[in-house]
């Protein structure tokens, strides 16, 4: 198992955010989490790389207990991030933003994260911007660069945020196919979207979260075309 977390709760001091999480993802798996705003699907996916703390449950990345284990750092460098707003650095070139966490968290050389970024630039299709500042490029641009710069820490899982949220909508389709390349080589995938169609096509398993609790988590096919949950039907009714 990749990721199992148990029985999580997370509450934000009254506010309880997440009830009674349970899941499993197994290696290559791509799932994606879907359900209205502020029903924790953020919250979660930050409490499986412990951007948030948890308050009872357990969570297991890669055989590691992630809240007991004292060197996060490393369980960290095993999981690449990215969300709906994009956090490159503006003062740094596209280059100097992807060698910087290999650079200064892993020691890599400069010259082999370069070469690294270059390999990794070309596989998102944007190698000729290697040298340019983030304000010069698109929204779609900078997310690819996003995603690029996450896989330059060769992760073994990665988790978006809605990472097609803020663009424009001709430039959706240029992440999403980042995204299912990526997939279709064999990449843990976990991802919050509200893309119904890459969900329906990409996705091995769709979760549905409602109110802090997973209320579905089943294959696409059954969650679009048979939700068992009055609630998933309503939010389905309303997004499709
Ligand atoms: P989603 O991503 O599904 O829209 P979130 O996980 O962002 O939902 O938020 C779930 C709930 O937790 C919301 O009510 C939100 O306002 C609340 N919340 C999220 N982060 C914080 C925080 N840092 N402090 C207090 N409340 C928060
Ligand atoms: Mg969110």
Do not use: W
């Not at 890599?108 to 994260?113: F, L, Q």
């Not at 945020?161 to 997939?183: F, H, I, Q, R």
């Amino acid at each position: 198992m990749v990721i199992k977390a148990t029985n999580i709760k997370k509450h934000f001091g009254e506010l309880e955010v997440l009830k009674d999480i349970s899941l499993e993802i197994t290696e290559g798996e791509v799932v994606c989490i879907i359900g209205p705003s502020g029903s924790g699907k953020s919250t979660l996916l930050r409490c499986l790389n412990r951007l948030e703390e948890i308050q009872a449950g357990t969570i297991n990345i890669l055989g590691n207990d992630l809240v007991k284990n004292k060197k996060i750092d490393k369980i960290r460098e095993n999981i690449g991030m990215v969300f709906q707003h994009f956090n490159l650095f503006p003062h740094l070139t596209v280059t100097e933003n992807m060698i910087l966490a290999p650079v200064e968290l892993k020691k890599m050389s400069k010259a082999d994260a370069k070469v690294k970024a270059e390999e990794l630039l070309d596989q998102v299709g944007l190698l000729d911007k290697k040298d340019v500042y983030p304000d010069t490029l698109s929204g779609g641009q900078k997310q690819r660069v996003a995603i690029a710069r996450a896989l330059e820490m060769n992760p073994k899982i990665m988790l978006f945020d809605e990472p097609t949220s803020a663009l424009d909508p001709e430039m959706v389709g240029e992440v999403l196919k980042v995204m299912k390349d990526l997939a279709s080589k064999g990449m843990t995938m976990v991802i919050v979207t509200h893309e119904m169609g890459f969900a329906r096509d990409v996705a091995d398993r769709v979760i549905f979260m409602d109110q802090g609790y997973i209320l579905e988590d089943d294959t696409p096919e059954n969650i679009f075309t048979n939700p068992t949950s009055d609630r998933c039907k309503e939010f389905l009714n309303k997004v499709i």
